[in-house]
């Protein structure tokens, strides 16, 4: 009996230390200890993702988030210090750090949607998320943004629809970021430096960034499936920073003038620079009785209010929907 012992002991103990582990995991603060709050003057990750909240509280422009913590982000910390009556240090503590997390919570509605499901993995395994909302028997409508993973400020449009006041009119999905890998790592391709957006089977050709074959990405045949599946009448993807609504080879210039309206942006005829091969829009226009249309966002970012309230408003009035 008694050379069990040790080894329940040992056993007994490694749970105990792992329970202990975990506890503190789950009871640590989001923005981590003080010693790895960023600083003025940083480039890290930290400072990258103190930067994603400052912009989520409105109060930081999305394109000035860039990893380094300079004037701009100590302006924003300082906002966020003097509404929350603290002293305006620009510089990162517990209570700030607490304040920052409120501040995003306060500009984050009630969600429109009912259902979540993620129609496919990344190639580092990262989840694609589509959102229902709206409802069904109505008009299928997707919108999409982040399929450059740097491109980042049409993912707002997306979860403006996601929040607020109950949508109407449309049976809406809603897929905020298609190109996770990318967005964690603020790059536009893939893995292997493909890029989604020239990896479908439509007018395919083989170039440095198309991959080795049509739909030879994961998140390509995720995308397709699912596009394939729910077969939207209107298909708004969002990319940034041509500034226009695409009139390139458009199946639907209604809506493309509704867009063009209701946002406040120039139709052009995005061609790619001549080279729109193997686009999403492009393939789901040959392939479904859909509409499917390109929307750009310029360089500089709309503010964080406009972009989830109105844009997103307006997009969903151009698609046939409403809200309440
Ligand atoms: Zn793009």
Same mark, same amino acid.
């Not at 510089?91 to 750090?97: C, H, I």
């Not at 501040?103 to 395994?125: F, K």
């Not at 980042?152 to 009119?169: A, S």
């Not at 599946?229 to 993807?237: D, M």
């Given at each position: ?7 329940? &002991?040992? +056993? /007994?103990?490694? #749970? ?6 975990? $506890?503190?995991?789950? =009871?640590?603060? *989001?923005? !981590? ?40 982000? &100590?302006? +924003? /910390?300082?906002? #966020? ?6 002293? $305006?240090?620009?510089? =990162?503590?517990? *209570?700030? !750090? ?43 409508? /997707? ?182």
């Amino acid at each position: 009996m008694t050379r069990f012992r040790l080894p329940l &002991r040992l +056993a /007994v103990s490694l #749970i105990v230390l792992l329970g202990v582990i975990t $506890a503190s995991a789950l =009871l640590a603060p *989001p923005l !981590a200890s003080a010693a790895s709050y960023p600083n003025y003057g940083q480039r890290n990750a930290a400072v990258w993702s103190l930067q994603k909240k400052l912009v989520e509280a409105g109060v930081l422009r999305a394109d000035r988030r860039t990893g380094y913590f300079g004037t701009h982000t &100590r302006s +924003a /910390v300082k906002t #966020i210090q003097k509404r929350s009556r603290l002293a $305006a240090t620009g510089k =990162l503590d517990a *209570p700030t !750090a607490r304040a920052v997390d409120k501040a995003v919570a306060a500009m984050t509605g009630p969600r429109t949607w009912y259902h979540r499901e993620t129609i496919g993995t990344s190639a580092e395994g990262r989840k694609i998320v589509a959102y229902r909302a709206g409802q069904p028997g109505k008009p299928v409508v /997707v919108v999409t943004a982040t399929m450059h993973g740097e491109e980042d400020f049409g993912q707002y449009v997306v979860r403006g629809l996601m929040e607020g006041k109950p949508i109407t009119g449309v049976d809406l999905w809603l897929v905020p970021v298609l190109n996770p890998d990318g967005l964690a790592k603020d790059r536009r391709w893939l893995d292997h430096r493909v890029d989604l957006n020239r990896n479908f089977p439509n007018r395919f050709v083989v170039r440095a960034n198309s991959g080795p074959k049509a739909a030879s990405a994961k998140e390509t045949r995720a995308v397709m499936s699912f596009l394939d599946r729910v077969q939207p009448r209107y298909l708004v993807s969002w990319h940034q920073p041509l500034y226009g609504v695409d009139s390139y080879r458009v199946k639907d210039k209604a809506l493309m003038k509704r867009l063009s309206a209701g946002l406040a942006l120039p139709v052009k005829s995005l061609n790619c620079h001549g080279s729109c091969h193997g686009t999403m829009t492009g393939w789901y226009n040959a392939n479904h009785a859909g509409a499917a249309i390109t929307v750009e966002y310029g360089a500089k970012a709309r503010s964080m209010k406009r972009m989830k309230g109105k844009d997103a408003d307006a997009v969903l009035a151009a698609v046939g929907g409403r809200r309440g």
